[in-house]
């Protein structure tokens, strides 16, 4: 579905991420994740055509994203940051209006989520909160029907009552119907109820493209106890971190790997544990604490 | 093309209703005016002082069509560059250029018949008036500055669409120098003779917003 080979980009002489490749096979909810400024916006701006890369190639569905045919683009469904829509409009004309683009479009489906917000159709965006306008987002890419969704911070703004009915909407939406999803979220509890897969960003790189389930398996948070400080360094160790005698970092490696890395460089510890952790924790653990 | 104009209409309907309203209501003081004068002094005079003093009687609404060309261009385009709302007409299943077009021609429309309104206003009276000659006189002078009208639509229109600021800047030197051109001289009939060439640029310059719409989509930045 989605293709993304060696993509590069600057702002101004800022690197924001360097040869940059991955793929999204169709029928997948793939999540970006990333702290602020690694690139996650910057991605979604490349796919939807928006951004030219310094270089690289982007392809969704084949076409490159620069080149795309117009009709190509009723197959993709894009969600602005902030829910954006056009605020001057009503519920009903916002409907009629994107109704004519899209031959496949299903009047119902947004209705129908519509009547959970409790608003009449008369009503003008502009005048509905911020979780009403998700809705109304959601709602429309729903009649839409595409193939593909892309979704920048679904999440931005919206209460847990919100983001909770979007997370399952979408998840239903896109299982039921076979759809791939390319989204991105600061709120990491949601991206670990509804992703399959996920990229975990950091400065210029991928740090990980893999399914949740194996990611949430394969990692680990250590904590073990030292009387000095603790100067080892080791790839397989993501940001060790010491607080008084306690260490704490994440890995990849099974807790015999762990001490066999630990006593084979000489390093003292005691009471050495093993956690597997949420996802939000495996993110922080892989990019570090601010 | 239906679906774009409609939603340019909800989004616009109530300024051009007023800039309509507007400048309707300044061409008929500047009527009642003449329609003054007439009374008081004859229409003799009036003829007189129009063809002795290169009086039109119209001043009053020389900067009115370039001013409704500024708004029209702002009520319509400051809103979808306002958190970048373009990007929802640009993904549409249609080609950009022609939806970038369509809003355009939708807004030239618009214009083209406040203005024509505005004209037809001025016409019906102004041969109760004076002779065929005199109203000429006064309906050529005035097309220059409705031209600016359309002219200052597509240049604000260019600067609204344009992603930095440091562009949009420049863009605007550029603008108010194309412009000027319109407004050097007061002497009624002096544009005739590049009446066609204001004409031809006024055309030309419609590209430009396209280029500023192709230089948001390459994300260029300041």
Known sequence: MIECSNLTHYYGKRLIFENLSFEVPKGRILGLLGKNGTGKTTTINILNGFLKPHSGECRVFGEKVQQMPAYMRQNIGMLIEGHIQYAFMTIEQIEKFYASFYPRWKKEAYYELLKKLQVAPQQRISHMSCGQRSQVALGLILAQNPELLILDDFSLGLDPGYRRLFSDYLRDFAKSEQKTVFLTSHIIQDMERLVDDCIIMDYGKILTQQPVKKLLNAYRTYKFNVSSDFEFNSPELYHPTQIRDEVEMGSFLVFDEMRQLLDSNGVFYQNLTAQQVSLEDAFIGLTGKY | ?222
């Open chain 2, 1 to 222: 093309m239906k679906a774009l104009f409609y939603k340019e209409w909800i989004k616009t309907r109530w300024f051009f209703l007023a800039a309509a309203l507007v400048s309707l209501t300044l061409c008929e003081y500047c009527l009642l005016n003449i329609s003054r004068i007439t009374e008081l002094k004859g229409a003799v005079h009036v003829w007189e002082v129009m063809l002795t003093r290169d009086a039109i009687f119209i001043q009053l609404i020389r900067f009115v069509p370039f001013l409704i060309g500024i708004l029209a261009s702002l009520v319509q385009f400051v809103p979808e560059m306002q958190q970048k709302r373009i990007k929802l007409t640009l993904h549409l299943p249609y080609s950009q250029n022609k939806s970038i077009g369509t809003m355009l021609l939708f807004g030239i429309l618009l214009l083209t018949i406040i203005f024509f309104l505005n004209f037809l206003f001025l016409i019906v009276y102004l041969n109760q008036v004076f002779a065929l000659e005199l109203v000429s006189r006064i309906i050529l002078t005035a097309f220059v500055w409705y031209l600016a009208g359309f002219l200052s639509y597509l240049l604000t229109t260019w600067i609204c669409l344009e992603p930095t600021w440091k562009r949009r800047m420049i863009n605007l030197l550029i603008a108010v120098a194309l412009l000027r051109v319109f407004f050097l001289s007061e002497t009624p009939e002096v544009y005739n003779t590049f009446l066609p060439f204001m004409v031809l640029y006024t055309v030309i310059v419609s590209i430009l917003p396209l280029w500023s719409v192709q230089r948001f989509k390459d994300g260029t930045q300041d």
